[in-house]
Structures are given as C-alpha cells and as structure tokens.
C-alpha cells in the first residue's frame, strides 16, 4: 500500500510502453472500492506548474474492471480526486481519451471538463490520435 504514495517520486524511472524510461512524477494512486474492488484512480503532477512532459498522457488516469463499469464508479472517484490535486497547487488538471472512449469521457464532462483538442500521443504510446480535456480545479 505505501508504494501507492511517491510525493517525492523516488521510486526511479518509469519505462514506457516503447520500452524509453523516463523520470517519475510525483504522484499517487487511489483504489476505487466498493465491497470490493472496482478499480483505481492516480494524480501526478510536475511541482510548480500545470505543464507535463510529452510522454505523459495526463494529471489524472483512472480505470474500473469490466464488471463494475457504468456504475459511476470513475466518475465519483475523479470527484473526490479533484480538490486534491487543488491541494497540490494545480490550477487546473488535464486528462485524455482516445477518439472512441465515450464513457471516460462522459466521466470527464461529468465533472466539469472541457474539450481542448485533438493531438497525437507521444511515439512512445503509438503517435495515434487522442483527445485533451481540461478541468478547472482552482
């Protein structure tokens, strides 16, 4: 459970899915639980500014196991996750979908996001289009 929390990012590098490493951010991860668990929900963040660097796909990234999906689940856990990242000093926090997620997407809207644009992830994740949503958290 302690390897959930890295403020200070301290566990080293992190290796990409095109197998590049990287340094880590600060961040941490949360469990979505519900008699169990339904998934799992991370902030990381760059100390001091809202910019990330290219390889990262966002503030926030969540995910709910199959058989708990369109319960509500992600879209309750980004609410609570939200002043937190207030608390770490972000303005606001950005997120991404691919073209044809449409639930984590209505999760975002769901908690105030909005459309920023179209723009092709890193080569590490492919260079395939993505989207970019913006949450005002200040």
Same mark, same amino acid.
């Given at each position: 459970? +302690?390897?959930?929390?890295?403020?200070?990012?301290?566990? $080293?590098?992190?290796?990409?899915?095109?197998?590049?490493?990287?340094?880590?951010?600060?961040?941490?991860? =949360?469990?979505?639980?519900?008699?169990?668990?339904?998934?799992?929900?991370?902030?990381?963040?760059?100390?001091?500014?809202?910019?990330?660097?290219? /390889?990262?796909?966002? /503030?926030?990234?969540?995910?709910?196991?199959?058989?708990?999906?369109? =319960? $509500?689940?992600?879209?309750?856990?980004?609410?609570?996750?939200?002043?937190?990242?207030?608390?770490?000093?972000?303005?606001?926090?950005?997120?991404?979908?691919?073209?044809?997620?449409?639930?984590?997407?209505?999760?975002?809207?769901?908690?105030? $996001?909005?459309?920023?644009?179209?723009? /092709?992830?890193?080569?590490?994740?492919?260079?395939?289009? +993505?989207?970019?949503?913006?949450?005002?958290?200040?």
């Amino acid at each position: 459970m +302690a390897s959930l929390d890295d403020r200070d990012a301290k566990a $080293g590098p992190i290796t990409l899915p095109d197998g590049s490493r990287v340094p880590r951010l600060p961040g941490y991860r =949360r469990w979505i639980w519900d008699d169990g668990f339904c998934g799992s929900i991370g902030i990381r963040w760059q100390p001091g500014t809202e910019a990330l660097p290219p /390889h990262c796909l966002g /503030h926030i990234g969540y995910a709910v196991v199959p058989w708990k999906r369109g =319960r $509500g689940y992600a879209t309750r856990a980004l609410a609570l996750l939200l002043p937190e990242a207030r608390k770490e000093g972000l303005k606001y926090v950005e997120l991404t979908t691919d073209l044809d997620n449409v639930p984590s997407q209505k999760v975002i809207t769901n908690n105030g $996001g909005v459309f920023v644009k179209r723009f /092709h992830k890193d080569p590490a994740y492919g260079d395939v289009e +993505a989207l970019l949503w913006r949450i005002d958290v200040a």
